[in-house]
């Protein structure tokens, strides 16, 4: 299994002063350094956190793989097609919200978004699709030629009770063996951290998680090289 860091969050402290500190392209830095496989980073529509300069900096300097998230519209499309990310992940996106609150609906928008993956893939660009752990939605996904999925692990994140744990993650399961199934790859991702990481990593369908918020907020306190390789050594 391998460590994607979305460093989205290196940038919303910086956003917070309208400063230029921290910088979410140094914080890449570290984080490849300490041992993440990926960089990952969300440059959304009103630019919250990551901006157009971090983008381009990202992609000249991530010696990994970088995974660019992304809403389908047209000019965010056209940003991803002049960067040529390793990775496009397609998501939903509502101004409203913090973060992403669940997974896109693939099978309501199957006709629109198999022109996206086209147009991404004709560029040799990757394209992922966060989902929730729902059969048709995975289906959806494959019809319309997407590589990979990501399962949005959200609802397992909030989960409480011994019994909500265990239903989420039996979902979690069975979508990640269905993607594997439909032979494309699977990466999980959403409210992970130090401690629900554990289940996720017995999943063998699972390939890849990616983690931002838990190990930002770990490296306030330890320092975020620090901060990585604890997560690294949990993933593997």
Not at 58 to 81: F, G
Not at 140 to 158: L, N, V
Not at 165 to 186: H, K, P
Request: glycine share 6%; net charge negative.
């Amino acid at each position: 299994m391998r460590l994607a860091i979305n460093v989205d969050h290196v940038a919303t402290l910086r956003e917070a002063r309208g400063e230029v500190e921290p910088d979410p392209v140094a914080a890449a830095q570290i984080c490849e350094l300490a041992g993440a496989e990926r960089i990952v980073c969300h440059l959304r529509e009103d630019r919250r956190h990551i901006n157009d300069r971090d983008l381009r900096l990202l992609r000249e300097t991530v010696k990994t793989r970088l995974d660019l998230e992304m809403a389908a519209t047209e000019e965010i499309i056209r940003i991803a097609v002049e960067t040529l990310p390793d990775l496009a992940t397609l998501v939903p996106e509502r101004r409203q919200e913090l973060t992403t609150e669940g997974g896109l609906d693939v099978a309501a928008h199957k006709h629109y978004l198999r022109d996206v993956v086209k147009e991404l893939q004709k560029n040799e660009i990757e394209v992922s699709l966060f989902v929730d752990p729902i059969a048709r939605q995975i289906e959806a996904a494959h019809e319309i030629g997407a590589d990979k999925i990501e399962i949005h692990t959200g609802a397992y994140a909030r989960a409480r009770t011994g019994r909500e744990v265990s239903a989420t993650l039996d979902e979690i399961r069975a979508a990640a063996q269905l993607a594997a199934e439909l032979e494309m790859g699977v990466n999980a991702g959403h409210g992970l951290n130090y401690v629900n990481i554990k289940a996720i990593r017995q999943i063998p369908e699972i390939g890849e998680v990616s983690i931002g918020h838990a190990i930002i907020a770990r490296a306030v306190f330890s320092g975020l090289e620090n901060a990585v390789r604890e997560m690294v050594a949990l993933v593997r």
